[in-house]
């Protein structure tokens, strides 16, 4: 099983971005997915989740009315549409998936990693 993120890269603050995260080598839809970012020297933190059918989904309160997750079971394919970027949103990018209805918040939570896409927002 593979989780290959793209889409990141260098955004000036206000701007946006959208990640990708295609998933392969499993049935997509058996799992509930989400977006997780690390800063240099910080814990890996939540940014948003959604379940396994797309309808419900969940965002940290630094994501709640910027970001938008989604997915495309039929593409195999997971997005995060980042808009008003700031600095603080500058870290790797991570998606994650777990064999799961409903997404969850915490990391030890999900088995499978996607190797991370670099933000970095400029001021």
């Known amino acids: 099983v593979q989780l290959q993120a793209s889409g990141g890269g260098l955004a000036q603050t206000g701007g946006s971005l959208r990640l990708s995260c295609l998933a392969s080598?499993?049935?997509?839809?058996?799992?509930?997915m989400g977006w997780f970012r690390q800063a240099p020297g910080k814990e890996r933190e939540f940014v948003a989740g959604?379940?396994?059918?797309?309808?419900?989904?969940y965002y940290a309160d630094s994501a709640k009315g910027r970001f938008t997750i989604s997915r495309d079971n039929a593409k195999t394919t997971l997005y995060l549409q980042m808009n008003s970027l700031g600095p603080e949103d500058t870290a790797v990018y991570f998606c994650?998936?777990?064999?799961?209805?409903?997404?969850?918040?915490?990391?030890?939570?999900?088995?499978?990693w996607g190797q991370g896409t670099q933000v970095t927002v400029s001021s």
């Open positions: 080598g499993r049935t997509f839809s058996n799992y509930a």
């Open positions: 959604i379940s396994r059918s797309g309808i419900s989904t």
């Open positions: 994650a998936m777990r064999f799961h209805t409903a997404y969850s918040v915490c990391v030890d939570s999900y088995d499978t």
